[in-house]
C-alpha cells in the first residue's frame, strides 16, 4: 500500500522546526507518563534535520499494515491506527510550547528516552521520533571525560554533546502511524507492555485454558520475552484456537506436519517446555506444508492468498 497522503504531501522544506525531549515513567496506576520538554535549535540544525527526514520519507517504498509479527525491513514500513498507541500522548505533549516547558538545564537533557522533531506546515504536523542512544544518559555522561579536538590537541570540552541521527524510527501524523524500526517503535511507546496485559488476557480466556492439561509450561516458556509475547498476542489475535474444526485437524495432521505435540485421554495439548515452540507455531498456523515438493516450512507471518 502506498504511503499516507498527509504524510507523502506534507511540506517538508517550508516547515518549520521544533524539538521535543522526553522522559516517561509508569505511574502508581500502571498508566505510562511522558513528559516532553522543548529546546531551541539553529538554523544550520533545522535545515539538517528536514534533510534527513525528507530522504528517510524517500527510501521508503512499500508500507505494509502493522502485525505482531511483521518485520519492517530496508524500504518497507509498517502503519498502524494511532488510536492504538500512544502516539496520541505524545503529540499533546508537543502541542503547545509554553515557556515553562523550555529546556532550562543540563539536567532537563540528560535522561532522555526519546526526541520528536516536530515540523509544522500551516495547519498540519509531522512528528519524527527516533529514540535516543547512550550520549543522553547521565550514567555515560558522568564516567566519561568529553573532549573537542582544535589545533592539532585535544581539550576540554565544558559543554557535553548530544547525539541526534540522521535516522528516525517512526513517524506520527494525524491518525497514521509510519514505523521504519520495529523495535525502538515498541520500546518507546512501550508496546511490550501491551503484549503482557493482552497475553493476561489470552491466558484467562477459558476457550483457550481448556485447551492444555497444565497452562504452566507454556506461561513459563513465554515469561516476558518480546518475542514470545507477540507471538502469544497473534495467537490471541488469530483466535484460531476457538475454531473447533481448526483443533480437529491439528489433533488429526500435527505428526504429518512434523510438529511435536502430545494430547492426553481428553485430546488436551501436554504442554512442556521442549514442545512449547511448536504449540505456538501451530496455534498460529506457521507450520506450512508444500503440495509440490511435501516439505514442510515455518513462516514469519501466514497470509492468506486468495
Known amino acids: 500500500m502506498p504511503l499516507p497522503e498527509s504524510f507523502q504531501n506534507f511540506d517538508i522544506e517550508n516547515s518549520s522546526v521544533q524539538i521535543w525531549l522526553f522522559k516517561k515513567w509508569s505511574q502508581p496506576d500502571g498508566l505510562l507518563r511522558f513528559s516532553g520538554r522543548w529546546i531551541d535549535t539553529d538554523d544550520d540544525l533545522d535545515q539538517a534535520l528536514k534533510q534527513a527526514i525528507a530522504f528517510k520519507r524517500q527510501s521508503i517504498l512499500e508500507v505494509s499494515d502493522y502485525t505482531l509479527l511483521a518485520a519492517a525491513n530496508d524500504g518497507i514500513a509498517l502503519r498502524i491506527d494511532a488510536l492504538a498507541t500512544h502516539a496520541g500522548v505524545v503529540a499533546a505533549e508537543a502541542a503547545n510550547p509554553l515557556p515553562a516547558r523550555k529546556i532550562r538545564s543540563l539536567d532537563d537533557v540528560q535522561n532522555t528516552k526519546f526526541y520528536v522533531i516536530k515540523l509544522t506546515s500551516g495547519d498540519n504536523v509531522l512528528y519524527a521520533v527516533r529514540k535516543t542512544d ?81 497452562l504452566g509450561p507454556l506461561i513459563d516458556f513465554i515469561g516476558v520475552n518480546k518475542l514470545h509475547l507477540r507471538r502469544a498476542c497473534a495467537i490471541h489475535q488469530k483466535g484460531h484456537y476457538r475454531d473447533a474444526a481448526f483443533m480437529t485437524r491439528l489433533r488429526q495432521r500435527h505428526a504429518q506436519c512434523g510438529l511435536q505435540l502430545v494430547f492426553d485421554d481428553q485430546g488436551r495439548i501436554v504442554a512442556t517446555l521442549e514442545s512449547c515452540s511448536d504449540i505456538m507455531r501451530a496455534l498460529l498456523d506457521h507450520r506450512l506444508s508444500s503440495l509440490f515438493s511435501e516439505n514442510n516450512y515455518d513462516v514469519p507471518d501466514a497470509t492468506v492468498v486468495a
Open 134 to 214: 547512550a550520549t543522553w544518559q547521565s550514567r555515560r555522561v558522568s564516567g566519561f571525560l568529553s573532549v573537542i579536538y582544535s589545533d592539532d590537541r585535544l581539550g576540554l570540552n565544558e559543554n557535553p554533546g548530544f547525539n541526534i541521527s540522521r535516522d528516525i524510527d517512526f513517524f506520527i501524523i494525524e491518525d497514521d502511524v509510519v514505523i521504519t524500526n520495529k523495535p525502538a517503535f515498541e520500546s518507546v511507546l512501550s508496546y511490550k507492555e501491551a503484549h503482557v496485559a493482552d497475553f493476561n488476557l489470552l491466558q484467562a480466556d477459558d476457550e483457550f485454558s481448556s485447551l492444555f492439561s497444565d
